[in-house]
């Protein structure tokens, strides 16, 4: 039975598999349709699960947005390496829950050789600590939790203890282009989404130094490597010698640019980001690994540790093996680092970089083919993202709606800096520069019908 039902997810896994690159990336609307299907009352009796896979499959499969294939550039957010689901196959099987070394050694074991490699492949101080969470949001949220029981220790405030009412004030610096992740995490920790104070950016943007207020007292600056809309980075070098003057901690919200560390052409982007105190990125983007997988660098492990461990009765304690939840805001929790160690383990050091910089060289081919075409090109194309316009605000919406219709590939739209734009973030391992090529003339075609 169990045989049976696991090989028959591994068939239709494989079908979906195989048929991603031929078939419309956006979902037709008649598959949305029949979803509907699905809404039945709660049933009263069970159905044989061979039939409870069988529908799943036929309902939703065709719903779904074609992520997985190699033509998705709607958001930064990739695909996931094969090696990379059938760590999570196996993962599965085993329903470890890794929160404390005890219970889970083998997961909890693999996970800590993950965060060594990932220390090192990012060039981060060797002892910081790290936290392997569900998305980039959660990481600003666990390092930023650590940033605050930093700067409160040093005012002589036990934040964990007392909370935040009748704390001292801490001032929070962030750029006018931050991610609105970061001000949600800070609003969740009791810092205020709006009490921030928000740093002018320039045209591509990125926080201008010279912009930088003079900061007293208690202080935490967020930094960017990498915005959703032009793939540009803070000058993060240059902030943190300002901020660390002033005794302020760095964050960085690198979610997905921090893995241009790990290409050597692109490294320069982001030169000085081994100064900050805190990083946070997604490995369920760059690296190519299924959801939901972020994480989170901590330079002062202890501060990371003090902000999110707890303590019970029941809990074994451990002193010689890193407890996972000691450092992440859950207890109970699957094993995402066991994806990150397969990636790690099948791409090496060179496989990373080649992933970065071919997913590079593809958005540097689209910049240059719609421009040829006669679009305008809205960024320096730097990285993995590229803005384009068809026209005014209403053509650019019409060619993004045909585009994503015709179904070849599928990008989004977005507002820069006024102008109504398409963005197309490169980042899954699986796109070609055949897929480049067919996607370029699929968007020319599409433009065409409403410009010229
Ligand atoms: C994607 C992204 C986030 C949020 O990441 P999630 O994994 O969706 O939580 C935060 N910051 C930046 C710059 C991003 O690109």
Same mark, same amino acid.
């Given at each position: ?14 079908? #979906? ?40 499959? &036929? ?27 059938? !760590? ?83 001032? $929070?610096?962030?750029? &006018? %282009? ?28 990125? *926080? ?80 190519? $690994?299924? #959801? ?5 660098? $901590? ?6 540790? !003090?902000? *999110? ?9 451990? +002193? ?18 066991? &994806? ?16 970065? &910089? ?8 689209f910049a240059e083919g719609l421009a040829a075409a006669g679009y305008e090109i809205l960024n320096d194309v730097v990285l ?21 219709? %015709? ?14 734009? *398409? ?8 796109? +070609?520069? %055949? ?18």
């Amino acid at each position: 039975m169990t045989e049976t039902l696991l090989l028959n997810a591994a068939k239709r896994s494989l079908q #979906y598999l195989e048929r991603i690159g031929s078939r419309k990336v956006q979902p037709d609307t008649s598959a949305i349709e029949q979803l509907k299907q699905l809404d039945e009352p709660f049933p009263a009796r069970g159905m044989n699960p061979g039939d409870v896979l069988h529908l799943l499959d &036929e309902r939703c499969s065709p719903a779904t947005m074609g992520v997985a294939g190699p033509r998705f550039f709607g958001f930064v957010i990739g695909g996931s390496l094969p090696v990379t689901l059938a !760590a999570n196959w196996l993962a599965g099987a085993w329903d470890q829950n890794s929160a404390l070394y005890q219970i889970a050694p083998g997961t909890a074991h693999v996970e800590q050789i993950a965060l060594r490699w990932l220390i090192e492949l990012f060039g981060l101080p060797p002892d910081s600590g790290g936290a392997f969470v569900t998305g980039a949001t959660v990481a600003n949220f666990a390092a930023l939790a650590a940033a605050r029981h930093s700067v409160y220790i040093k005012a002589g405030w036990d934040i964990e203890g007392k909370g935040l009412i009748g704390a001292p004030p801490v001032t $929070v610096v962030i750029g &006018e %282009e931050a991610h609105p992740s970061v001000f949600k995490s800070l609003g969740l920790l009791g810092l205020g989404r709006n009490r921030v104070v928000r740093v002018p950016v320039d045209d591509q943007g990125r *926080m201008r130094a010279d912009k930088l207020p003079k900061i007293k007292g208690p202080a935490i600056v967020c930094l960017q490597a990498g915005n959703v809309n032009t793939g540009s980075f803070d000058p993060i070098g240059e902030i943190c010698k300002k901020a660390h003057g002033a005794g302020a901690w760095v964050h960085v919200d690198g979610a997905f640019g921090l893995w241009a560390v790990a290409a050597p052409d692109r490294a320069h982007l982001a030169k000085g980001i081994e100064e900050a105190d805190s990083w946070a990125t997604d490995a369920h983007k760059w690296l190519n $690994v299924p #959801y939901d997988s972020g994480l989170a660098f $901590v330079r002062d492990r202890e501060s990371l540790r !003090a902000a *999110m461990a707890i303590t019970a009765e029941y809990l074994p304690t451990e +002193t010689e093996h890193r407890n996972p939840s000691d450092f992440v805001p859950e207890l109970s929790r699957r094993a995402r680092g066991v &994806e990150i160690w397969a990636a790690l383990k099948f791409l090496g050091r060179s496989g990373v970089a080649d992933i970065v &910089e071919r997913t590079c060289r593809h958005a540097r081919r689209f910049a240059e083919g719609l421009a040829a075409a006669g679009y305008e090109i809205l960024n320096d194309v730097v990285l993995n993202q590229v803005l384009v316009s068809f026209g005014d605000v209403e053509t650019t919406q019409k060619v993004i709606a045909e585009i994503q219709r %015709e179904g070849t590939c599928w990008c989004g739209g977005t507002v820069w800096q006024g102008r109504t734009a *398409m963005r197309i973030s490169v980042s899954s391992w699986a796109t +070609t520069e %055949e897929d480049v090529e067919k996607s370029l003339e699929a968007m020319i075609r599409c433009a065409r019908h409403h410009t010229k």
